[in-house]
């Protein structure tokens, strides 16, 4: 249990899309009040915080962001270690350095170190929540469903499905991955703030007969996310449409498994056509921006008016997609999606950005009301961020003018050195004193 406590400082949450009007709530001198069991109970301006909570301890953040915590909605627990291994491509790259570092999480030990590791990089860089592929190996996703429950974190993962072209030791079957999932959802799906992810790494490492087991497990388990990746690279569009010469597309091929719906969610869609943008509308899924990774293996631009064309808006997430992305901040990647943005000729605002990277994300993750908010009754995962945390930040902060001056500075200039604080349930687990 979290004792109840005060968090005070600049606080900024989103009601809805800053695109609409109201949506951003910010106080310059605002408060959080956290219950006994990690719930928030209240926010909003400190001098008008209720007078039940005049006797809970605060912590005073004065000049500092507290908002709710990062979530990255697409991230490689097993490939921490090789983050900024440099390839020609994504099929390279994964032949390379991917498929044989994930080998190596078939070893428990090995796998329970690494999820720590992990978690501790998440929080230091102020994500307090993700999804979170993992390796083909079952052992892998549980330590890691294990390292989270330890730390009462909100996270979402799942055994990767993978039975064909990558090296044997990486493989699964189709009957043994349906099994091996099944058997993890039974185990993990919705206890404490864990949930799971039915995870297909993509077309190209699965046999029709392994997605359509996936489709059926995403069937008969309503409340797990389907977790993949769609229309990354050129080479793999061209694989795709080998294996499946019958596919209108490569989003064709998910749908016609039955694994697009309002809990899917696929990283990248760089290159995907009309149709495809209708399909996945119209199916409710969601398509996860990863520019640090998008530009470090030289995929493409995504872009993002495109997507969220109005008529058949796609739902957009942001994420980092390390290890092929290049940063655990996403401030960092926040930054890059507005130079990815620039370069499409696109509007991409720091509250655009923000947005996404909490509520946005929350939404298309199907956790709404429980994180990316300050509003009652969501869980206080909160950072607290320092706009002046290095030299540089400090003579840009003295410009600022604005709140979305501040935050555009934090995007483009933040990473880790800017996270002050960082709460789970409101039981500050990092923090610079
Ligand atoms: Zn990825």
Redesign the pocket.
Known sequence: MTSARIVRGRTLSFRDDPRRDDAVVSHDDGAVAVRDDGRIEWSGPYPDLPAQFSSTAIDHFPDQIIMPGFIDA?V?FPQHRMIAAPAEDLLAWLNRFAFHEEARYGEAAFAAAAAERFLDKLISHGTTSALA?SSVHKVAAHSLFVAAQRRGLCLITGKTLMDRNAPDEILDTAEGGARDSADLIARWHGVDRLRYAITVRFAVTSSEAQLRAAGDLYADNPGCLMHT?VSESAGEIDFVKQQFPWSRDYTDVYDHFGLLGGNSVL?HGLHLSERECQVLHDTGAMVVH?PT?NNFLGSGLFDIDHLRAPGRPVKVGVAT?VA?GTSYSMLQTLGEAYKVAMLKGRKFTALDGFYLATLGNARGLGLAGEIGTLERGAWADLVVLDPAATEVMAARDELSESLEDTLFALMMLGDDRAVRAVYIKGGKVHGKE
Do not use: K, L, N
């Open positions: 697409h490689h592929f990746h990283a990863c990774s997609d092929g």
